[in-house]
Structures are given as structure tokens and as C-alpha cells.
């Protein structure tokens, strides 16, 4: 029994010695020398904090970046100041273009849209960077992985377009009436066309088509903009803004060996609100005192409610390939329950897609204006 009690101890005190052997050459290699700082192991909520601290100081030194903007706000009082206005502002030279754009994105609207007795704003800078006229914020930390990513705001008539979080594209926009609005929800980008006409009206010439809900046939465009939603449910650009958007946006993956689009795999589209309807003139736009308001995003853009759109906006022949019909059906009552759609608004329904060819009234197919030297690759 001694025996064996003092052969178990030789063999404790053996695998002690090469513990400390073994450590001791460990630290050596590691590094770990008594001169050596601990390692620090941070918590998940410490290393989100780290993060949120250099994503606001990143935020901080691009908005020091931003010049600081004012917006007179005046009627036009005669005939008199709107041909000044109209000429101060007119398409030109490159220099003249950028006034242009500068004031016409602040008022979301087109100069040729301005009548005596309107309101208009003038910005006390004329910017070539159209991001200095944002209301939304220059750094989206919760994107800051994503790719790609369009945000819609109906309630201010713009959108904006971040990689990995950072503004690149801020544009002005008419979205839909009440009564055929461009609903909230998750969307997607699914396929463009260059040059498309609408299947309301033949003769209205859509160029720049990015279409981002298959069904409704919802798309960004270019079109006229008067500066109110006016829409039937499309997002009209001005013919820069389309342009650029037709070549940076990535349409849907196609499921292999089909021809079906994979839901909601295109450049993603969240269209945050709603334009307030009960507003009669101008928009919230107006109220703006400077660029230095900006608003809210979402949290988790990814994660954000797929657009509940009514079947009554789904034209007849599309409602067959509708993926869940009872969320469709239910939508409209759901979006009155939230206010959505107000209680004394009847929709109006979708017409279905025409996609033959027609003439004029004349029996004259019409011409596209102005498609030569607009609809080309950009160099």
C-alpha cells in the first residue's frame, strides 16, 4: 500500500513539474512575459459601444464637412419675378445646370411647374454636391453593412441612396396620390428597361424604368415633377437622378433554371411613410430653415415590414402569381386600421397592363421625345 501511494505521488509530482514546464514555455512563446499587459476580453455590449463611438465621429467629421445652407422662403408676387426666377434657375451652360439642380431638387418640383403666386425656396448656396440639401443624415450606422441600399421618404419627397452606410445619392421625388399612393414596406429593385412606355397611357414615356414590386407594377422613372404626389403609385425622378439610379441599382437574382426573380434579392427599397395628405400646398420642405434637419432611419432596414399593397392595386391579371393572396386581400383594411389610408379616401383600382403597342388618336404611333442623346450608356 506505501508502495503504491508513493509511486501515485512520483507520478503527481512528474505531471505538476511538466504542467509548469509546459506553461512556462507557452507564455514565453506567447509573449506573456511579466512585463506583458493582460489580455482584455470586451462584451458584446462593450465592442457596440466602441462601435457606436467611431460610427458618431465618423458622422461628425463628414457632417463638419457639410456647408451650412438657409432657405429663404417667398412668394412669387408677378409675372415680372417668375421670368427672373425662371432665368436665374434656367437649364444651361454647366453652370447654370447646377443652379438648376440645386433648386429644383429643394423644391421638388420642375421649373416649367411655377405659376405667379406660388411659394418657392431659394437656397443661400448653390451647391454642386445635391447631398448638402439632405434631410437625411450623411453616415446610416445600421447600414453600414449593406451594400446597397434605397430609402424612400413620401413625407419629405426625396429618397436617399447609402453604400455601406454612407450617403452617395440624395434626389427629390413625387410619389402617388392618395388614392393610388406609394405605400410603406420593404421593397426591392427587380428589373429595369431603359425606355418604357406606362400601361396606362401609351403615349407617356417612362425613361429610366426601375421596376421594384412585379405585381403592382411600382417603379422609379422619370417624369414630370409638380412637386406634389401625383403619381399612380411610381416614383417620379428628375431625368438626372433616373439616370443615375437606372445604372447604380441591382436588379433581382433569377432562380436557377427558371425565369421567376428571387423575392426581394434586388438592391433593397424601404419607403419609410406617408406625405400628408391633408396638406394642400407644398410639403414639409417648406418649413425647413436650413439643411441642418435630418431625419430618423430605421433601425434595421433589413428587417423592415414587407409593403402591405391592397388587391385593389394589383391589376386582375397579375393576382394569379401572387405569392400569399390573403395579405393582399386583408392589406387595405389593415392600412385603414392604422391610419395608412384615411377613412374618407376610396382607392382607386389598378387597370390592367397593356402591353400591345397602340397609335395615337391620329393612328400615328407616337414618337419618343428627346430619346436621342438621352438614353445612352454613360461613358
Known amino acids: 500500500m506505501n508502495r503504491f501511494c508513493t509511486i501515485r505521488d512520483m507520478h503527481i ?81 454647366s453652370l447654370n445646370r447646377i443652379s ?54 413620401n413625407h ?27 405605400f410603406p414596406g ?10 418604357r412606355h406606362s400601361s396606362i397611357n401609351y403615349n407617356w414615356v417612362l425613361p429610366y424604368t426601375w421596376n421594384f414590386h412585379l405585381q403592382a407594377g411600382s417603379a422609379f422613372h422619370q417624369f414630370d415633377m409638380p412637386g406634389r404626389p401625383v403619381s399612380h403609385s411610381c416614383i417620379r425622378q428628375f431625368m438626372d437622378d433616373a439616370k443615375w439610379l437606372f445604372y447604380w441599382g441591382q436588379g433581382a437574382k433569377i432562380m436557377p433554371g427558371t425565369r421567376r426573380y428571387i423575392p426581394l434579392s434586388g438592391t433593397p427599397v424601404v419607403i419609410m411613410d406617408m406625405f400628408d395628405f391633408r396638406r394642400k400646398k407644398g410639403g414639409p420642405w417648406w418649413d425647413l430653415p436650413d439643411n441642418s434637419i435630418k431625419i430618423t432611419l430605421p433601425e434595421h432596414p433589413l428587417n423592415f415590414e414587407e409593403a402591405l399593397i391592397p388587391i385593389s392595386q394589383i391589376p386582375v391579371g397579375s393576382r394569379g402569381s401572387l405569392s400569399n393572396k390573403e395579405r393582399y386581400i386583408t392589406a387595405e383594411d389593415t392600412l385603414r386600421a392604422r391610419g395608412t389610408i384615411r377613412t374618407d379616401i376610396k382607392l382607386r383600382p389598378s387597370i390592367q397592363y397593356n402591353r400591345r403597342k397602340k397609335p395615337n388618336v391620329n393612328g400615328i404611333a407616337p414618337t419618343i421625345p428627346q430619346a436621342t442623346g438621352l438614353i445612352q450608356s454613360p461613358k
Open 156 to 182: 419629405w419627397l426625396s429618397y436617399a441612396c447609402y453604400e455601406y452606410g454612407k450617403l452617395v445619392r440624395f434626389a427629390a421625388c413625387n410619389t402617388g396620390e392618395e388614392r393610388k399612393a406609394t
Open 100 to 153: 438648376y439642380r440645386a433648386f429644383t431638387t429643394v423644391n421638388r418640383k420642375d421649373l416649367h411647374y411655377f405659376r405667379v403666386g406660388d411659394t418657392i425656396i431659394i437656397p443661400s448656396i448653390i451647391s454642386a454636391n445635391l447631398t448638402d440639401y439632405a434631410v437625411f443624415p450623411a453616415v446610416y450606422p445600421a447600414a453600414d453593412t449593406i451594400p446597397k441600399i434605397i430609402i424612400v421618404s
Open 13 to 93: 509530482q512528474q505531471t505538476i513539474i511538466c504542467f509548469f514546464i509546459i506553461s512556462a514555455f507557452i507564455g514565453v512563446s506567447c509573449g506573456n512575459t511579466p512585463e506583458s499587459k493582460p489580455v482584455i476580453i470586451l462584451t458584446t455590449f462593450q465592442k457596440d459601444s466602441i462601435l457606436k463611438e467611431k460610427n458618431l465621429a465618423k458622422l461628425a467629421a463628414i457632417q463638419a464637412q457639410i456647408p451650412k445652407i438657409t432657405y429663404q422662403k417667398m412668394i412669387i408676387h408677378n409675372g415680372k419675378h417668375l421670368d427672373s426666377i425662371r432665368k436665374a434657375y434656367k437649364k444651361g451652360d
Open 186 to 195: 420593404r421593397y426591392a429593385l427587380n428589373w429595369r428597361h431603359i425606355l
